[in-house]
């Protein structure tokens, strides 16, 4: 794991990068919770998806938004957060020009500016977003969700109400052509406090689904 500096729209943005040594490895890029409510690069949910893209052959960046440690800049209500995540993905597609795949992946206000993220950039191919916080934040800007995905929540997340989260899925698994993998993690609360190692195991599984999935469309 590396530290990082690259530049975006409100100054340096500080990151953490894994590297592979296998050309064409795909890629991802990790996005953490709001910036104003404690939400870090260091969040223990976001090492926990970090890991997991890595483990499973992503070169994988995770980053602190405009603002939060030593990233320049200061919080903008998402708009600018959205800019640090664009800025992020070019930055690692420089870095990685061969790449075979690119991913998103973000928990809680994360999970929002990663969603946002896929109408931008039409080259990302699947997504992980972890408690969406559907409540609080307008989704329909996914019409229609461009690509398939994982969406993960706690059995006893407190903060973001399961009802709202399924009222999304609901509406992006009615769109022709996308599938959207809905799964829930029935001990674990928000943060997944002590159940990190279950959210692993879901989000392995879907990434070794769904690279094999593509590797098979490839050599087909």
């Known amino acids: 794991m590396s530290e990082v500096i690259f530049n975006g729209s409100a100054g340096r943005i500080e990151g953490r990068y894994h590297q592979t040594h296998r050309d064409g490895a795909p890629i991802a890029i990790v996005l953490h919770p709001h910036p104003q409510l404690g939400g870090t690069m260091n969040n223990k949910v976001v090492y926990a998806l970090y890991r997991s893209f890595a483990d499973r052959g992503f070169n994988t960046l995770r980053f602190n938004f405009r603002g939060v440690g030593r990233s320049e800049g200061t919080y903008d209500n998402g708009e600018g957060e959205l800019n640090d995540a664009a800025s992020a993905l070019d930055w690692l597609q420089a870095n990685n020009v061969n790449a075979s795949a690119s991913w998103v992946a973000g928990f809680s206000f994360g999970a929002w500016i990663g969603m946002q993220l896929l109408m931008r950039r039409p080259e990302l191919e699947g997504f992980v977003s972890i408690s969406p916080p559907a409540d609080r934040y307008d989704f329909n800007f996914l019409a229609p969700c461009p690509v398939p995905g994982l969406i993960l929540q706690g059995g006893k997340d407190d903060?973001?109400?399961?009802?709202?989260?399924?009222?999304?899925?609901?509406?992006?698994?009615?769109?022709?052509?996308?599938?959207?993998?809905?799964?829930?993690?029935?001990?674990?609360?928000?943060?997944?406090?002590?159940q990190l190692a279950e959210l692993r195991t879901h989000v392995e599984d879907y990434l070794s689904k769904n690279l094999l999935r593509s590797s098979l469309a490839v050599n087909q």
């Open 159 to 194: 903060i973001v109400p399961h009802a709202s989260v399924a009222s999304l899925v609901s509406k992006l698994q009615l769109q022709r052509g996308i599938n959207i993998d809905y799964r829930t993690v029935p001990a674990a609360d928000h943060f997944f406090g002590g």
